[in-house]
């Protein structure tokens, strides 16, 4: 699945990234620790989160995370905004609940990590 | 190459721009992705570290064609059991640090994990060092 096909399927609002919409994502993985997205191994992952600031695009940059859903109507800061920009990474809001959105990725395709 | 960069303790908004920066540099270098990413993470992590407890640090960069050595060295409060502080789980992170979505105890370990040497020196009282290498394995072709 592209990027593109997760922001309309979730029906989410894509605040940066937009050179990255056609990037494969294969798996999720919905965590408010970045500890724990730090230890993830496999690659084309969309990260859930809700976790908020400029450390959750800094995370995913290491992580090779190119796409970011942020749940539970969080809004992304203009600090986390430019970050994405600059690291290639595709920042979408998403209105409803993490529950939610990982039950529109799961019937979707998008696989568990583990 | 070597490069050096400096950590402000308690800043988060710049934790992870020298990870950042060297992994602009190692991607231009052709190395295996997944080494890439055990480079950076580790470095990602140990640069937390020093914003979440230390009062401030260095970090320096020793980049060789078989190697990457890296050196983080702190002026902060210090480990006083290393071993105690290698096991997952186990922390003493500040409720601020936990909500920028660190401070589990995973920290340490992930870096062990990552890397091929680790070596912690720490003294109370006046800081830690902590000493990661992790060899480089060059792809054949370019990604």
Redesign the interface.
């Known amino acids: 699945m592209t990027i593109q096909q997760v922001v309309d399927i979730l029906h989410g609002n894509l605040v940066s990234g937009k050179n990255q919409l056609s990037s494969e994502v294969v798996y999720g993985f919905s965590s408010d620790l970045m500890s724990d997205v730090l230890t993830l191994e496999k690659e084309k992952i969309i990260l859930l989160t809700g976790l908020a600031n400029v450390q959750t695009i800094r995370t995913s940059e290491m992580s090779n995370i190119n796409c970011i859903i942020l749940v539970r109507n969080k809004k992304a800061t203009p600090e986390m905004i430019k970050l994405a920009e600059d690291t290639g990474i595709a920042l979408v809001e998403f209105p409803g609940s993490m529950f939610h959105a990982v039950s529109i990725l799961s019937v979707a395709g998008i696989k568990p990590v583990y | 190459m070597q490069y050096t960069f400096h950590i402000e303790g308690g800043n988060?908004?710049n934790?992870?721009v020298a990870?950042?920066e060297i992994?602009k540099r190692l991607k231009q270098l052709n190395l295996n992705?997944?080494t890439i990413?055990r480079i950076?993470?580790a470095l990602?992590?140990a640069e937390?570290n020093v914003v979440a407890h230390a009062y401030n640090g260095d970090i320096f960069v020793d980049l060789t064609s078989s190697s990457i050595h890296i050196l983080v060295k702190d002026e902060g409060p210090g480990i006083p059991d290393i071993e105690q502080a290698m096991q997952e789980g186990f922390s003493t992170a500040t409720e601020e640090v936990r909500e920028?979505?660190?401070?589990?105890g995973?920290?340490l370990p992930?870096i062990k994990?990552n890397a091929d040497h680790l070596d912690i020196r720490s003294t109370v009282g006046k800081g830690t060092e902590v000493e990661i290498t992790i060899y480089l394995n060059h792809d054949q072709k370019t990604e």
């Open positions: 988060f908004a934790t992870g990870s950042s992994k992705a997944q990413k950076v993470v990602y992590e937390v920028m979505g660190f401070g589990a995973m920290g992930n994990k």
